[in-house]
Structures are given as C-alpha cells and as structure tokens.
C-alpha cells in the first residue's frame, strides 16, 4: 500500500490518469469524478474519465462532462487507456465487479489504483485507498482527499467546487440524510466559497425531467405502488412494457423509491423493475433497518443501511414474491 508521501511523489508530475466509477453512475459517482478530474488537470496530469455505461441526462452539464469516456461506446479507446495509465482512481465503489467488464482491465492494469468511497466491505485491490463508511458521498471524500490529503485546497476551483457540491447534495437526498452532519455542512459553504452556486445545481438536477419522466412517475404513484401495513413497508413494481410504454431512459428511475418511503407509517420501501436481463431492486428505510442487509443476503447487492441495491435472474414475480416472504423475518425492526 502507498503512503502518503509516496503518493504525493506520484503526484508530483505531470501522469496519465484514469478516473472510473460505478455502472450506472449517479449524481455522486459523476460529480466525485469530475470534481477529481478538474482537480487533477490543473495540475497537468493527463486525465480521463471512463464509466461503464450511460447516465442521466440531468449530469451532462457538469464542467468536464463533454471529455467523459463512455466505455460501452468506445472499448477499444477505454482499454487503451487503462492500460496504458500510471495511476486509475475507482471512485463511488469498492469492488471492480461494479464496473462490469472493466473490471478485469482495470485489474490487470500496471497502474497504482486509488480508492475512494464511502460503501462497506471494500475488495482488496487497491494501492491506496480514502475510505469512510460514516462519509454521506464519495464527492465529500474527494473534498477531503483534495484539501486535507494532498493539502491543496487552493485548486478547487468553480468547476471543482460544482462538480463535488453536486455529489454531496444528491447522495445526502438534498441535506436531509442522518449522515448529513455538521461537516457536511462546512464543506458545502466551502464549497459555495470556492463558487458552487447552489440554487443552479439544484434547478439543473432537479427541474429538468421529461415530460415522459413526470407521467411515468404518475404511473408509479398510482398504478404500481402496493403498501403492505403489517409490514410498515411499501412497494412499486414496473415491468418492461411499463418501461416501454413511457420511453424511460437512464435516470428516469432515480428516485421513484423515495416517494414510496415518503408515507408516514413506512420504514421500509422498494422499487422493483424488470429489465432485459435481470430484475433490478432498490430499497431504501428509515432508522435503523438494515435495507443492505436485505440486498446482500438475498439479492446479490449491498449498500448503505438505508439506500441499497440489488438484483435476480429470477422473474419479476418471483423477486416480488421473494421479498415479501423475507418481510416477517424483520417484522419486529419494521413495527417497532
């Protein structure tokens, strides 16, 4: 493992760089890379960020989004680069399975990895890694990483400062998170400073869905949503001609779950949906429930306590089933 010296020498020069992140990357996984990455080239170093797949539209705006490499789009150049980098920065994710088949590139690569997240259970691949499991967003760790590690707060610049503003609000649920404390705060008024302006950022995330987006979200709220009392626990189910239906693109599911857990008596909220090749979950909950529990021991995920993920091969009716045989196991964390 590298320390601290030794990875500030690596950084001392001018490098070829790869930042990566995870599939299907969210506002903190976009905004915790292009805030890096605006760090990185005003130092010189040689930078690229590649994600395994698409994301919303709602991050294409961030400053250096115009440079992202989209693996899916562009292999051959993506495993070049890889190969080719001195140092690949995996952040919003601690094991490679998460990028899918760079995963095997970006481990076989000769570059120094560094690792900067905030999820449990890291994987041992990297050589150096900024890990806090108690952090809201991996975007609050670059922050650190920047100005308390490498010591050089004086480059987060606007583009920096946006970029990472943008990670921390949208993993924090807009500030409203039990981790968003009061460091939280002090990094984003740091961060308005340095010339986040935050009432954009929020009108550019938030105040931009399709009208497709805003009837599918409709549809969820009153054709899909299933409530469960005796479990504290709700449901929303989508298939794929829903999908189909409403021409829902990467991003127009973010979200959904969250108006689910917004009723009073819940604890426990699901957002199940059917797609090509697997069915997808996301769960959220209230205090103490272990939603990452759930998604680790059943549905090959994990995640956070409260904000977690999974999936099956199994049908959609299966994986609905599943779960709400699960649900009398935890029946006395969900009524309590």
Request: glycine share 6%; aromatic share 8%.
């Amino acid at each position: 493992m590298l320390d601290i010296a030794s990875l500030k020498n690596l950084l001392n020069q001018p490098k070829k760089i790869v930042i990566t992140t995870h599939h299907k990357p969210d506002g903190d996984a976009m905004g915790s890379s292009l805030g890096l990455y605006n760090y990185l080239i005003q130092q010189g170093h040689h930078t690229t960020v590649i994600t395994p797949s698409d994301y919303p539209d709602f991050l294409t705006w961030m400053p250096g989004n115009e440079e992202v490499v989209i693996y899916t789009d562009n292999k051959e150049r993506s495993a070049q680069l890889i190969a080719e980098a001195d140092i690949v920065f995996c952040l919003d994710f601690n094991n490679l399975s998460r990028i899918n088949e760079m995963g095997e590139l970006v481990r076989a690569a000769d570059a120094k990895k560094i690792m900067i997240d905030h999820h449990l259970e890291p994987e041992d691949f990297d050589d150096y890694r900024h890990w806090d499991i108690n952090a809201c967003a991996a975007a609050q760790l670059v922050h650190s990483f920047i100005t308390d590690i490498l010591d050089n707060k004086k480059l987060i610049n606007k583009d920096v400062a946006t970029c990472l503003y943008t990670g921390i609000m949208t993993d924090s649920g807009s500030f409203r998170l039990p981790n968003t404390t009061s460091s939280v705060h002090r990094v984003i008024a740091d961060l308005i400073d340095a010339g986040a302006v935050n009432y954009r950022i929020h009108e550019l995330v938030y105040n931009s869905a399709s009208e497709n987006r805003l009837r599918f979200l409709g549809h969820c709220l009153s054709s899909c949503l299933e409530i469960l009392p005796e479990f504290n626990t709700a449901l929303i189910v989508v298939n794929k001609q829903d999908l189909q239906k409403y021409d829902v693109n990467t991003g127009d599911t973010e979200g959904i779950v969250n108006y689910a857990l917004s009723i009073a008596s819940i604890r426990l909220a699901a957002f199940i949906v059917e797609r090509d090749d697997k069915v997808k979950l996301s769960l959220r909950s209230k205090g103490d429930f272990p939603a990452n529990e759930i998604c680790k021991l059943y549905f090959s995920g994990g995640g956070h306590r409260n904000a977690a993920g999974g999936q099956s091969s199994a049908s959609l009716q299966e994986v609905v089933n599943q779960l709400k045989q699960i649900l009398p196991e935890y029946k006395k964390l969900l009524i309590q």
